[in-house]
């Protein structure tokens, strides 16, 4: 009896001991369970191209649009500078045509070499620093300008000013990224409404200050928008995506919180990260397989859309100094032909008519916004690029035809509003098209090829002109047609596009 209570005892004391062991494997596996999901889920993260588009439009970015804008109208002023002061200094220096030329291309030879510089720099150390820069070298060099004794001084000097030029160009870089992609069709072409105040104020100087001051104090009064857009632009900050590619995670979210606080807006749920990228303002990246093609055919087009805009510019002047056009309906004044082969008339001033013509050319610079706009969002790039150049060449050939001071007007008031839209898509299409490693060396390479075109532009539009009309427009007009050949091979398309941060 002892016996069977003893062995009944044991077999309880393991039945019991067994129970333990299973409901402790089974709470282990319980445990083990509930924990798993949660070791094996990652924590969330997000890029800067998803917080810019999170953020969305708001007040920071009307705040950047007219600051960033404004610099167009410092790089507007001192550009058609050049177009309202050549009568005056042709008349002070007694210069030739080639001298009035050389004034120009000394300009553009000195964004062109700057402009690769500035490019590199800015993908280097930030965008920021290099804008900044360029607005207090361009001002010191312009206010310079305005002292030059003699003709050698001027052109250098403004040699000088077209480096600060090229450095504040590295602004639309820095607007470009702030933007969300399907807010850039829209606001990049608007910013062509600060470059049309720029160029009409300088000539509002040239009617008002220029006949009572003289030249050189409409060059001092020019800088002033640039004193004042220096301390304006400190509220900007550096780019997110510039800090994210340089490794400061902590300063690229700090932008994106003020940004976000500024639109009343909420950054994604997670960490900001990104990989740093280490090979930034990389040159050789330009000519790599991936954009070989690409990078070939922007440089050309790039020369195209300044060789055609200064053409048109420089041209339009030219013709009015000199009273080249062929009128139906000119006055006494207008019917003088002055040929520097026939007569040296080295002071032939613009008159309150001629600068009439220019201000109302200038408002073509916006007057077809909206229609960039709608063949920006519905075309693409690349196909309104096209349409645009073929649109230039036409309008360059009809400046040859005979007709009335308003026909002409016209003429010019369209061809200006085509080859500025130019400048507007092959912006766009730039700054979407390259990485951020390398968005704003691609860039300077851009503007600097722009520039050549620049250089080569005064020669035909302010020397050749001189001996024909149409000898001098018609290369305007077939390398529009040869660019507009050339877009139809490039191989993306941006529109809808995201930015990309490596190549």
């Known amino acids: 009896m002892a016996l069977k209570r003893s062995s009944s005892m044991k077999t309880k004391l393991v039945n019991a001991i067994q129970l333990q062991e299973v409901e402790m494997e089974e709470e282990i596996n319980t445990s083990s369970n509930n924990n798993t999901p949660a070791e094996a889920e990652e924590p969330k993260c997000y890029t ?3 917080a810019v588009e999170s953020i969305g439009f708001g007040r920071f970015h009307i705040l950047l649009f007219v600051i960033m804008g404004s610099a167009n109208i410092v790089e507007a002023m001192e550009i058609m500078l050049l177009a309202v002061v050549s009568p005056e200094i042709r008349c002070e220096w007694r210069l030739e045509d080639w001298q009035v030329a050389l004034v120009s291309t000394m300009v553009f030879l000195g964004f062109m070499v700057c402009g690769v510089l500035c490019g590199y720099v800015a993908d280097k150390y930030g965008r920021w620093k290099v804008v900044f820069g360029g607005f207090i070298w361009a001002s010191y060099f312009s206010l310079l300008t305005s002292f030059s004794p003699s003709y050698g001084w001027f052109i250098f000097l403004r040699c000088m000013v077209g480096c600060g030029v090229a450095a504040t160009s590295q602004g639309f870089v820095l607007k470009t990224e702030f933007i969300p992609s399907k807010y850039r069709a829209y606001l990049l072409p608007l910013a062509s409404i600060f470059w049309m105040l720029g160029s009409m104020l300088i000539i509002v100087l040239g009617m008002t200050v220029v006949p009572t001051m003289g030249w050189r104090w409409m060059i001092r009064f020019s800088i002033i928008p640039s004193i004042i857009l220096i301390g304006l632009f400190m509220v900007i900050p550096e780019s997110a995506r510039f800090q994210v590619s340089a490794g400061n995670i902590q300063g690229a979210l700090s932008t994106l919180k003020w940004i976000a606080r500024m639109n009343g807006a909420t950054l994604p749920e997670g960490e900001l990260r990104e ?4 090979e930034r303002g990389n ?3 330009l000519i790599s397989p991936a954009f070989r093609r690409t990078s070939l055919l922007l440089w050309y087009s790039w020369f195209v859309a300044s060789f055609s805009y200064y053409g048109s510019v420089l041209s339009s002047s030219e013709l009015l100094e000199k009273n080249l056009l062929c009128m139906t309906d000119a006055d006494a004044e207008h019917q003088i032909k002055h040929n520097q082969e026939e007569a040296l008339c080295y002071c032939i001033p613009f008159n309150m008519a001629d600068y009439q013509t220019l201000l109302i050319s200038c408002l073509g610079e916006v007057a ?5 706009i709608g063949l920006l969002n519905i075309f693409g790039r690349k196909p309104s690029f096209a349409i645009l150049q073929l649109l230039s060449a036409f309008f360059f050939m009809l400046v040859n035809i005979c007709t009335t001071m308003f026909g002409f007007t016209v003429l010019l008031f369209l061809l200006r509003s085509v ?6 898509v092959v912006y766009i299409y730039t700054a979407e098209v390259y990485p951020t490693s390398v968005r704003s060396i691609g860039m300077g390479f851009c503007t600097s090829f722009s520039r050549v075109g620049g250089m080569i532009a005064p020669f035909i539009a302010q020397v050749l002109m001189s001996k024909s009309v149409i000898l001098a427009l018609s290369p305007f007009a077939i390398a529009c047609v040869i660019c507009a050949v050339g877009v139809a091979f ?3 398309e941006t529109r809808g596009r995201a930015l990309l941060q490596d190549a």
């Open 368 to 372: 077809l916004i909206p229609l960039n």
């Open 419 to 424: 080859v500025s839209m130019n400048f507007n």
């Open 275 to 278: 990989p740093e990228v280490t």
């Open 490 to 492: 490039l191989p993306i």
């Open 48 to 50: 800067v191209e998803e």
């Open 283 to 285: 040159a050789i990246t």
